[in-house]
């Protein structure tokens, strides 16, 4: 009896609401490619730099399409204040911008982009997308630690997802 009472309120709660972040199920279908076995980084910021740090490219592994609904960095260093984030095109950026500091020769310009961001990104089957998502962080002190984890948000169909995809980015002050 209380299988069916839970079976029946759960199918409730996904017909009347988007789901929490405790409601959506843990996925596994992206996967981070190669930012998420490597480390990007600075060690010559200066306190007032703006710069926009990838996420890794969602990539989906499984057969079927998928939609990415956000995606945030889960731990942000003290020293760092977060801005924004945003969603940009592969072709926009001239291909994947890593880390960008505000004003660097030859590297997007973040702020004169359209950005994606309220958009739903769409990933083939078997595909990386076209949009990465990047986060705009102001450098306020001296950071001893990383931003790490990256979490997406996506749906498969009517099934919604959060994963946490390995990630981690390093900005030093200029010594």
């Known amino acids: 009896m209380s299988l069916l009472v ?5 199918a409730l709660i996904g017909c009347s609401h988007d789901p929490t972040p405790a409601e959506r199920a843990q996925g596994d279908l992206l996967d981070g490619g190669i930012q998420s076995d490597s480390l ?12 926009w740090v990838a996420l890794p490219v969602p990539s989906n592994k499984s057969s079927q ?7 945030k960095f889960l731990n942000v260093p003290q020293g760092a204040k977060l801005v924004g984030y945003g969603a940009y095109t592969l072709e926009e950026t001239d291909g994947l911008a890593l880390l960008t ?17 309220d958009e739903v990104i769409q990933v083939p089957g078997k595909s990386a997308s076209e949009t990465y ?10 950071m001893n630690a990383n931003f790490h984890g ?15 995809v390995n990630c981690e980015a390093s900005l030093r002050l200029a010594k």
């Open 150 to 164: 990256c979490k997406f948000d996506y749906q498969q169909g009517s099934r919604k997802y959060t994963q946490t």
């Open 101 to 117: 500091r505000r004003g660097d020769s030859g590297m997007p310009d973040f702020d004169k982009l359209k950005n994606h961001l």
């Open 6 to 10: 839970a079976i029946a309120a759960g």
């Open 65 to 71: 399409p998928l939609e990415v609904t956000g995606a």
């Open 40 to 51: 990007v980084g600075v060690d010559d910021a200066v306190i007032g730099e703006d710069f």
């Open 133 to 142: 998502y990047v986060a705009h962080v102001k450098i306020t002190g001296p």
